[in-house]
């Protein structure tokens, strides 16, 4: 899905996601806004009782510029890797912007997966990482 939305309401509710409390410097410097950079968080789980298979995890991905914001669920929270892997070049193909960089938080689901990191590595991404107490800014 692509999201239609002028700078300041962008900004807001990026603030409002990423549960910011203080007021937001309206320098245009966030990361999602960097060329290359798409920034990933998780959420979930997430009920879904009509398919009776439990729960789902929902991988945001908001790419660079705000050219594009995107979700893929997975049954398992490790799924990011997979989510990543099947949906990157899509996401490069709609918002015509190639990821360079994927930012995310801390989250172990990003820093331990092995095999993650070797794809990004692959591919030419650098990992970047936010500070521990902080969110991507999803």
Known sequence: YILAMTKKEWQCAVC?????EKAHSGSGASPAMKPGVYTIDTKGPFAVPARGTGHRYLHLVVAPDRKGVFGVTTRRRSGVFRAIKNNRRVWEHVTKEKMRALR?????VFKKSKKL??????????QQ???PDSSAGV
């Open 16 to 20: 409002d996601e990423a549960n910011v």
């Open 104 to 108: 995310s938080d801390g989250d172990a």
């Open 117 to 126: 990191r070797q794809y990004l590595n692959k591919h030419g991404i650098v």
């Open 129 to 131: 990482f936010t500070p």
